[in-house]
């Protein structure tokens, strides 16, 4: 047995009453009813709160258009065999590291090829080491299309001053999948997956007088890598071209710069600082981290 809560406007909630009210009903105390329908009951609160509990939720939800709340949405809302169907995938990599750009790479997975990728070992990029990462995207580039897109630390600082970092990873996402299709085009994919970082609401508001091709057929999904091979390509190219640009980045600064967001980040960075001034960190340096403020400390 499950348990899912919902926030459902006052009309929805009153829909589904009509909609079900030949079952048997209750009304709890703080409740404008509960249902016992055949596979779950359903608890209105009169907060607006919908408590389902039961199996089969996943179905009343699709079957009367609910969206699940954004913890559980994902995989509830990806079709059943979404993992054999042809995908376009998208991810990024870089977010949570100090040192070096952000990237989101796209790519897409036709149904004929998932076999060939899963014995190549494609797979989530957080389960593989970065050399090994770097080994297979070397050969995925080959055989699959994608789109990657690096936002270097000087851009994205800049760009960070109006917009939220989500805000950011959408319109990457977007401009990724959308360049992604230009190049398959005419083929459509069945569908295309999100690495979910935001509520899709928010990110259709993000993209609000952007184009975003085929919306219909997008699915987000936390964990989406292991969803389908698309997303988990989509996060090996990502991760491939972040560790290629903090390589880049550390040639041109003349420092080995680490990734992520610990002590030895901290350490180089007021190294940096000293050595070369805040114009040159903020060259290699996403300045909006918390490491930025400690660098006083040193
Ligand atoms: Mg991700």
Known sequence: MTTTVLTLARETIQALYQKYQSFPTTTPPHTHYQLKLPTLTLTAYLSG???LQGSHIDSFLQENQLNAPATTASSLTLPQNFSTWSVAGSDESGNGSYFGPLTVASAYVSQEQIETLQQLGIQDSKKLSDQRIQELVAILKHQIPYHVLVLWPLKYNQVHQYKNLNEMKALMHN????????????IIPDGILI???????TYDRYLAGQPIL???????????????????AASMIARDAFINGLAQLSQEIGYELPSGAGASVDILAAKILKREGRQSLETVAKMHFKNTQKLTHY
């Open 49 to 51: 709160k919908v408590v």
């Open 175 to 186: 401009q990724a999948l959308n360049l992604l299709q230009k190049k398959i085009a005419p």
């Open 195 to 201: 690495d979910e970082f935001c509520k899709p609401s």
């Open 214 to 232: 085929n919306r219909e057929k997008i699915y987000f999904s936390t964990k989406a890598e292991s969803k389908h091979l698309a997303v988990a």
